[in-house]
């Protein structure tokens, strides 16, 4: 690219950045495009590039591929339930300890190593997310959100620092409960009335056939979502993020997206120019 091109790439973003200081974006990033180390650092370049800008960025991450792998060693089979982890005891210890001391502060350390101011939060910190069990066995883990304690995080949007949450949630007693991210980047995204929500994913979008990606919807309104949880066209991972969209949705999140995370820049091109990046949802 020569420097005329370049001039002209930056005149194009300019309508994009007008009063981003303004614009509250939750970016929920997981899956498998979490796991190639040099695809994580250029997704967590476009976040730092978005942030510098003014954007004030809420970063929910997941974790799950690492936390497969954590169970692996201890000999522990992933179990699963329309999408959702079953997370008994044993389990919850581990997936505290992946998702808030392991993934969680590598991605604060990348941020600060490019010059993002970033707190590292659990649920669990500041009592961030209040939740109950989801169900009243004995010993599952995996909770639902009462409430998102949105004071903490203004404090600290307001104070320009991003605030990078792992989807832990806690009650007032202390225990822990393992939520699925997608739940807990749309429920930040309701609680803050946030202008956009991105879903960063291992697919080009909601796919008529999973297994073919060039059957993207582009487009989908609440409507068609719903048909389509109904016909069973969207199942497994996808269906807590769609759910968990259809309620931000109807609680105000006027622009919501599901991207391909292992698009290169896909998080800037959605953002920051006109390509039609994703599936895009509306009411």
């Not at 978005?50 to 997941?62: A, P």
């Not at 210890?93 to 808030?100: A, I, N, R, T, W």
């Not at 009592?127 to 949105?150: C, E, H």
């Not at 930040?188 to 008529?208: C, E, F, Q, R, V």
Request: net charge positive; hydrophobic share 40%.
């Amino acid at each position: 690219m020569n420097n005329l091109n370049r001039i002209k790439s930056l005149q194009e973003t300019l309508p994009y950045l007008h009063d981003t200081s303004s614009k509250k974006i939750v970016i929920k990033y997981g899956g498998s495009a979490m796991t190639d180390p040099d695809l994580t650092f250029s997704v967590i370049q476009d976040i730092a590039t978005l942030s510098l800008l003014g954007f004030k960025i809420i970063l929910v991450h997941g974790g799950g591929p690492a936390i497969n792998e954590w169970l692996k060693k201890i000999q522990l089979k992933p179990k699963f339930k329309n999408g959702i982890r079953i997370t008994d005891s044993k389990t919850m210890e581990l997936v505290q300890m992946v998702l808030s001391g392991k993934i969680n502060k590598d991605l604060v350390g990348v941020l600060g190593s490019l010059n993002v101011r970033t707190v590292g939060l659990s649920g669990k910190d500041g009592q961030l997310i209040l939740a109950d069990p989801i169900d009243l066995y004995a010993d599952n883990k995996v909770g639902k959100i009462r409430v998102i304690n949105t004071h903490l995080l203004e404090i600290l949007l307001e104070n320009q620092y991003m605030p990078v949450v792992a989807p832990i949630g806690t009650n007032e007693s202390g225990l822990s409960f393992n939520i699925n991210a997608d739940t807990v980047a749309s429920e930040i995204a309701s609680a803050i009335k946030a202008s956009s929500l991105i879903m960063l994913t291992d697919t080009p979008g909601i796919l008529k056939d999973s297994n073919a990606p060039d059957t993207l919807y582009p487009n989908l309104d609440l409507k068609n979502l719903e048909e389509l949880i109904n016909n069973g066209t969207i199942v497994g991972g996808m269906l807590p993020k769609v759910h968990g969209c259809i309620k931000a949705l109807k609680n105000g999140v006027h622009s919501i997206r599901i991207i391909d995370g292992r698009l290169p820049h896909s998080l800037l091109l959605t953002l920051l120019s006109k390509a039609h990046v994703g599936s895009v949802l509306t009411l």
